[in-house]
C-alpha cells in the first residue's frame, strides 16, 4: 500500500513508518516538528520507498497521487505542564491537530477511499470511575478541564471519524492507546518513563508524585505498534483499545526501574503539580483486540526496559 502517515517524526509515527516499510508497503511521512523530532526518521533518508513532508496538518493537506491508507498520529501528547512539548502549552495546537487535522485525513481518505486509523487515547475515559476500561465504556472527561484540550480533541476525532464512516462509508478504525514506552520517547516530554529512566541512569533519586499510588499499565512500543498494525489490516470500525493490561503503581514502576538499572538513589515524593487532573487508575481491557485482533502484549516491564536503557543511554551520552 502507499500510506500517509502524520506525526511520522513521532515516537510511534516513527515507530509506524519503521514496521510498515518492513512490510513492504511506501510511506508519505508527515510532522510540522513541534514535538517530533527528525532525528526519529533520520535513518530513513535515502529510503526510495519513504518521502517526507514538512507540514502542518491542521491546515489544509496536499498528497500527491492516491494512497491507500491513513494513519492519523500527529498531537502532542505529554499531559506533564512542566513540559514545553506537553500539551497544556501546545493547546490550541493540541485541539486543531485532533479536530482539523483528523477532518483533513478523512477528507483525503473519502478522496481516495483509503483506510483511516485514527490514533486515539485511554485519555478519552478521562479520570474512570469505571475499571478497567472497556471500549464500551464512555469515559468521565470534563470538557473545561485541564486536560480537556487533549482529550476533548480525541473525542472529537473519534466522532468525527464514525460520522465519515457512517455517513460517507468511509473504512475507519480507532485504536485507543493506553501508556506506552521505548526508544524515541522525547527525553524532554516530562512523562513517567522518560523522567524517570532518565534520573536512574544519572544516579538521582526518582521523583514519584503524590503518594504513587495511582496506577498505570505501561506497554512497551513494539507490542502498541503490533496491535496498531493488526488493526490497520483488519475490518474493524469500532474503537479498539491496545495497551498492556499488567497495571502497577506508579511507586512500583519506580522501584522497578531503579532495580532494573541498579540505581541505589532511591525515591523522592514531590508534590503532584497534576494532582487534579492525575486520572487515579488506568488499566486497559484488552478482550476485545484478543477477540477480534488475536493480540496481546508479550513484552514483560523488565524485558521492555532493558531494550528501552541503551536510547537512553546513548542520548545522556552515557553509551
Ligand atoms: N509521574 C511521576 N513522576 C514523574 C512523572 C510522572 O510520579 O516524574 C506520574 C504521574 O503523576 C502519573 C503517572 O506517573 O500519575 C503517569 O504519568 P505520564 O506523564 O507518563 O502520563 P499519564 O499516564 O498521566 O497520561
Not at 201 to 221: A, D, E, I, K, N
Request: with cysteine; hydrophobic share 40%.
Amino acid at each position: 500500500m502507499r500510506i500517509l502517515i502524520t506525526g511520522a517524526a513521532g515516537f510511534l509515527g516513527s515507530h509506524l513508518c519503521d514496521r510498515l516499510l518492513a512490510d513492504g508497503h511506501e510511506i508519505i511521512g508527515m510532522d510540522n516538528f513541534i514535538t517530533g523530532n527528525p532525528d526519529n526518521i533520520a535513518h530513513l533518508a535515502g529510503n526510495e520507498k519513504f518521502q517526507f513532508f514538512k507540514r502542518d496538518v491542521s491546515n489544509y493537506i496536499f498528497v500527491p497521487g492516491k494512497v491507500e491508507a491513513i494513519l492519523h498520529f500527529a498531537s502532542p501528547a505529554s499531559p506533564n505542564p512542566l513540559s514545553k512539548s506537553g500539551y497544556f502549552n501546545l493547546p490550541i495546537q493540541t485541539m486543531k491537530a485532533g479536530a482539523l487535522g483528523t477532518h483533513n485525513c478523512l477528507g483525503v481518505a473519502r478522496r481516495d477511499g483509503s483506510r483511516f486509523l485514527i490514533a486515539s487515547t485511554s485519555e478519552i475515559y478521562g479520570d474512570p470511575e469505571v475499571h478497567p476500561q472497556a471500549e464500551t465504556y464512555p469515559g468521565n472527561v470534563d470538557p473545561v478541564g485541564e486536560r480537556a484540550v487533549y482529550d476533548e480533541a480525541k473525542r472529537f476525532a473519534e466522532s468525527m471519524t464514525m460520522a465519515y464512516h457512517r455517513f460517507h462509508g468511509v473504512n475507519t478504525s480507532i485504536v485507543r492507546i493506553f501508556n506506552t514506552y521505548g526508544p524515541r520517547m522525547d527525553m524532554e516530554d516530562g512523562r513517567a518513563l522518560p523522567n524517570l529512566l532518565k534520573q536512574a541512569l544519572l544516579g538521582q533519586p526518582l521523583t514519584v508524585y503524590g503518594t504513587g499510588s495511582q496506577t498505570r499499565s505501561f506497554c512497551f512500543v513494539d507490542d502498541l505498534i503490533e496491535g496498531i498494525v493488526k488493526l490497520l489490516y483488519s475490518n474493524e470500525h469500532m474503537p479498539v483499545n491496545i495497551g498492556n493490561p499488567v497495571e502497577m503503581t506508579v511507586l512500583e514502576f519506580a522501584e522497578t526501574i531503579n532495580r532494573i538499572t541498579g540505581n541505589t538513589a532511591g525515591i523522592t515524593f514531590m508534590e503532584n503539580a497534576r494532582s487534579a487532573r492525575d486520572p487515579q487508575r488506568r488499566r486497559p481491557d484488552i478482550t476485545r483486540a484478543k477477540n477480534i485482533l488475536n493480540w496481546e502484549p508479550k513484552v514483560s516491564l523488565e524485558e521492555g526496559l532493558r531494550r528501552t536503557i541503551p536510547f537512553f543511554k546513548q542520548k545522556l551520552g552515557l553509551a
